[in-house]
């Protein structure tokens, strides 16, 4: 089943499929991500309960949404690496984790600016915006391991381990946070209920998402290539790359 | 068009500074993030084709001490 | 085999009793650490009995960062532990045996210690009681997922604070669940389900912590 991903373990082979990859995540991206931006900020109808402050939502749910997906991204890239002894998948782990931390901080901010105006309150320790926090942390904790071994290929499989045991933790650290807040929660905070949202909303919204996860994707090529070359720098294949990068400035 | 001109745009009725802020502070973000990826492979290709240039100096120094010697 | 496994106990609790100030530290800490929220928050019963449970619950996951350091570390850096995971006994079950003595070590006098700190913060008895259940179910979990996190650090020689950055979230659901057991008893509820919850996380850390920390321990020993 997974034969065709077997290939792609070698560094070389995923370098070149990712540096063929990365201009077109990066295309869709922008051709995705601005459109739907515009529309969300310029042509979408404002919120009948909240105004235009709801416009937020256009880069607070995706960030929100891709946070949590990235990390689950990077575990599966743990494992792989784990159980079939790719170091390619470490590389790739540890090059979406400092992106997955940039969508969480996102997240939290973009909720924080939101979460000012409509409860009053920069923080509130909700449900969501709790987790998200503790997301932060399990970020943090990844790329603190990694960068605190000298050896990669070692930090590389403890960082993955942490990894693992932070997507194990992830449903309870959600449920457990939601309880609690259920438990606490204050008078003050009127919870939205979540009106279904008109479709006029939503088609910008579905763009902002599936941008954001080019963005995600095409960041994650761009660092991975760079990691690549930074472990795999002594290589021939790497200086035949270069060389011929050189012919071809030469030449121009 | 929601808005109908362009300081009603930037107002956004009352929470122009937070939505502004929010979308401000995320774009910068995720553009830093690009301009740190591109900034370290520029910065990568460079010092690895140094070392490189420098090895094959090396070799060749190495090559024309031993033609001396001989 | 189990010769062995017994000597690891006996040579680990030996260890253990015979620097009796380090022993004795924790638990001094753990009291410090209970006396001072009186004395920055005031002494009035009610408010001690509202945030004692969680002042307890914080304190003792602090004292258990302190002193997980000596899981693994003192024989990381003498060379025994590369001898013990040579030995050919599953590493597995040497871990699990030093997160007992871990566990017999720094939590069990915690928990003897726990009526006087019930005490300080007036909590009232259905409360202790609760509170005491949950220590009992809560901190061999603390030391079963501490062990993965000294296991990974134990070769890294900066970064004091990354065993805490790698383990507060897995102990923050932990922390939810306990004090909240604690609350539903001050209220007269049933915190049974509660603690079963807290029980299943046990069961599963118990099933899987040993298997992580001796992949960790494997990946940082090279």
């Known amino acids: 089943m997974f034969k065709w991903l077997h290939p792609y373990a070698k560094t070389q082979a995923a370098y070149s499929l990712s540096q063929r990859l990365t201009p077109w995540f990066a295309g869709i991206c922008v051709l995705l991500l601005v459109p739907g931006t515009l529309w969300g900020l310029l042509f979408t109808p404002a919120d009948y309960q909240q105004g235009d402050s709801f416009r937020i939502i256009y880069i607070h749910v995706p960030a929100a949404m891709l946070s949590m997906s990235t990390y689950v991204a990077m575990a599966v890239a743990a494992l792989v690496g784990i159980v079939w002894q790719w170091r390619t998948a470490f590389m790739a782990m540890i090059a979406m984790a400092p992106v997955g931390a940039v969508m969480t901080f996102i997240a939290l901010f973009t909720g924080a600016a939101w979460g000012k105006p409509m409860w009053g309150a920069w923080w509130v320790w909700d449900a969501r915006l709790t987790s998200e926090l503790i997301l932060l942390f399990l970020y943090c904790g990844v790329i603190a391991l990694y960068s605190a071994f000298d050896d990669k290929q070692q930090a590389g499989k403890a960082a993955g381990i942490m990894a693992l045991v932070g997507v194990v933790n992830i449903p309870v650290i959600h449920f457990s946070v939601q309880w609690w807040n259920t438990l606490h929660q204050g008078a003050t905070i009127t919870k939205f209920d979540k009106p279904s949202i008109a479709t006029e909303m939503l088609w910008p919204l579905l763009m902002n998402i599936a941008g954001m996860m080019m963005f995600i994707a095409a960041l994650t090529c761009m660092r991975l290539n760079n990691e690549i070359l930074r472990r795999e720098q002594h290589r021939p294949w790497v200086s035949a790359l270069l060389h011929d990068r050189r012919e071809n400035q030469n030449a121009v | 068009m929601q808005f109908d001109s362009l300081s009603s745009l930037i107002a956004m009725g009352g929470y122009g500074f937070y939505v502004w802020l929010s979308f401000g502070v995320s774009f910068l973000v995720m553009g830093l993030l690009v301009i740190a990826a591109k900034a370290e492979r520029r910065n990568l290709l460079k010092t690895i084709s140094k070392n490189q240039q420098r090895q094959v100096r090396i070799q060749k120094a190495r090559q024309n001490g031993q033609s001396a010697q001989e | ?222």
């Open chain 3, 1 to 222: 085999m189990s010769q062995l496994i017994k000597g690891v106990l006996q040579r680990d609790l030996a260890i253990a009793f015979n620097q009796k100030g380090e022993l004795a530290q924790p638990l001094l800490f753990l009291l410090i650490v209970v006396t001072l929220f009186p004395i920055a928050v005031g002494p009035a019963p009610e408010t001690l009995q509202r945030i004692g449970p969680g002042v307890i619950w914080v304190a003792a996951i602090l004292t258990a960062l302190l002193g997980m350091e000596r899981l693994f570390k003192q024989d990381y850096l003498d060379g025994s532990l590369e001898q013990l995971l040579l030995s050919g006994v599953p590493v597995f079950q040497i871990v699990a045996l030093k997160s007992v003595v871990h566990w017999l070590v720094c939590f069990l006098p915690l928990l003897i210690l726990s009526p006087l700190l019930a005490l300080f913060l007036h909590l009232s008895m259905p409360m202790y009681l609760a509170l005491f259940l949950s220590l009992l179910l809560g901190t061999p979990l603390l030391s079963l997922v501490g062990a993965i996190a000294m296991g990974l650090t134990v070769g890294v020689q900066k970064g004091a604070l990354l065993p805490l950055l790698l383990m507060v979230p897995v102990f923050i659901p932990l922390l939810i669940f306990a004090t909240s057991a604690v609350e539903s008893a001050a209220l007269h509820l049933s915190y049974a389900p509660q603690l079963a919850i807290i029980g299943a996380m046990l069961l599963c850390a118990l099933a899987l912590a040993p298997f992580a920390t001796a992949y960790a321990l494997k990946v940082s020993q090279h």
